[in-house]
């Protein structure tokens, strides 16, 4: 009887032992009596763990004709990195470190984060074009910089002075660029603050003016800008010619009417004859390029007002020098400036200016550089501010700051100082 109780002893033992033990403690115990290898445990939960990160990868992990192993890596920016290795192992321990770095700093809000958040909300406000541009621009201050890995709660008004000063210098940036980098830093924070990211911007006391010291100046003379009435003359001979020769070739036409009207390159692309009224032409729409699309669209003007330009005799005439060669050639449209494939965009009227330029062998002039020719004779020409901002279609500010130049030749400054001097009193 006693042999028949002790199997049911040494269960209640064990059941004992099971409610007294944790897991922890029989896993000790287990390796205490050799009978778990612990190194293999972690061995092969370490394979598990690795085996469910590379399932969860959702890049594919290929090898190349040179031998290396490949995959992409996931960016904040819904961006991808491509990633080399020369083994499979070594590329699945890449991906590996990769997940188990950003879970381990999940917590942690860097610039970059911050500024992406602030692209997340800013780039429902703006176009495509726009959109496109902050891409460029992203690329060009922030991507692989140091800076944008950092927290952006320990960044301080001397850690933004120093990426500035830096970037500024390291990219040879004007004002402008120095201007437009200010913006995007000063914008990111100010979001971060809204977001509750930070308590603070750093960029609170600080200015795009205070590092304009550091910037590379590009200094463009008269002669890059403006059209010279020497090279007017020469152009002129060049665009009769061509119109003589061969007048079905309609761009040249266009650049003509930049250089007698100062109309943008997209105002001219799109100008239809339905606008060409008895003595003015309305100018009220523009030609766009949206850089995602990859498509050309019309659109309002630049500063999105309408505005009307007089005709002169050279306008009307060279209008209807554009129209008569349209109709011998089969491409009269409601487009006052197409051909063949219909209407001609805004690049091809830009490429035939240069191109003119070049063929007389003088520096290249685009449209804009008719567009500040106009604008600065009609300056020197003692025409307020006011009337040439508005037949170009801009502001007065932007008027004296960008388009207006000093044209007047030798002769004329002479007889200004001969009349000035002519009323001073006579000297005994």
């Excluded at 004992?16 to 939960?45: N, S």
């Excluded at 922030?142 to 002075?161: L, P, R, Y």
Aim: glycine share 4%; hydrophobic share 30%.
């Amino acid at each position: 009887m006693k042999g028949d109780r002790a199997p049911g002893r040494a269960k209640d033992v064990h059941r004992l032992l099971d409610k007294m033990m944790t897991q922890d403690e029989l896993l000790k115990y287990a390796i205490k009596c050799g009978k778990l290898d612990l190194a293999q445990v972690q061995a092969d939960y370490a394979m598990e763990e690795k085996r469910k990160i590379i399932e969860q990868h959702k890049y594919k992990i290929w090898e190349g004709k040179d031998g290396k192993w490949r995959t992409y890596l996931p960016e904040i920016n819904n961006d991808r990195r491509l990633v080399k290795r020369s083994t499979r192992e070594s590329i699945e321990d890449a991906i590996v470190a990769f997940y188990k770095g950003k879970e381990a700093n999940s917590h942690i809000v860097t610039f970059e984060d911050a500024y992406f958040k602030w692209r997340n909300y800013q780039d429902q406000l703006v176009g495509s074009n726009t959109i496109t541009k902050y891409a460029s621009d992203y690329r060009r201050y922030f991507e692989n910089a140091e800076f944008c890995k950092q927290n952006v709660e320990s960044i301080g008004e001397d850690e933004v002075k120093l990426f500035i000063c830096r970037t500024v210098k390291e990219k040879k940036l004007c004002k402008e660029a120095c201007k437009t980098l200010f913006s995007y830093l000063n914008r990111t924070f100010y979001r971060a603050v809204r977001s509750g990211m930070i308590q603070k911007n750093p960029m609170d006391d600080l200015g795009a003016k205070d590092f304009y010291r550091y910037c590379t100046e590009r200094k463009r003379t008269a002669d890059t800008l403006l059209v010279s009435d020497t090279e007017m003359a020469e152009l002129y001979e060049r665009f009769y010619n061509d119109h003589e020769k061969k007048s079905g070739y309609i761009p040249t036409y266009a650049v003509e009417l930049a250089s007698l009207t100062g109309m943008r390159v997209g105002e001219i692309s799109a100008l239809t004859w339905d606008k060409v009224k008895d003595s003015y032409i309305i100018v009220n729409q523009s030609e766009k390029y949206d850089r995602m699309k990859k498509e050309y669209f019309i659109d309002d003007t630049k500063n999105v007002k309408e505005r009307v330009i007089p005709l002169t005799e050279e306008i009307r005439d060279l209008l209807d020098r554009v129209k008569k060669a349209e109709m011998e050639n089969g491409y009269l449209c409601e487009w006052v400036f197409a051909d063949e494939d219909g209407r001609i965009h805004a690049p091809v009227i830009s490429s035939c200016s240069k191109n003119k330029c070049r063929q007389l062998k003088i520096t290249e002039k685009g449209i804009h550089a008719y567009r500040r020719t106009v604008n600065s004779k009609m300056r020197c020409a003692g025409v307020p501010v006011t009337v040439a901002a508005s037949l170009l279609g801009h502001s007065e500010a932007v008027n004296n700051k960008y388009y207006t130049f000093d044209i007047s030749g030798l002769d004329e400054k002479r007889k200004i100082l001969e009349n000035i001097n002519q009323k001073m009193p006579a000297s005994h």
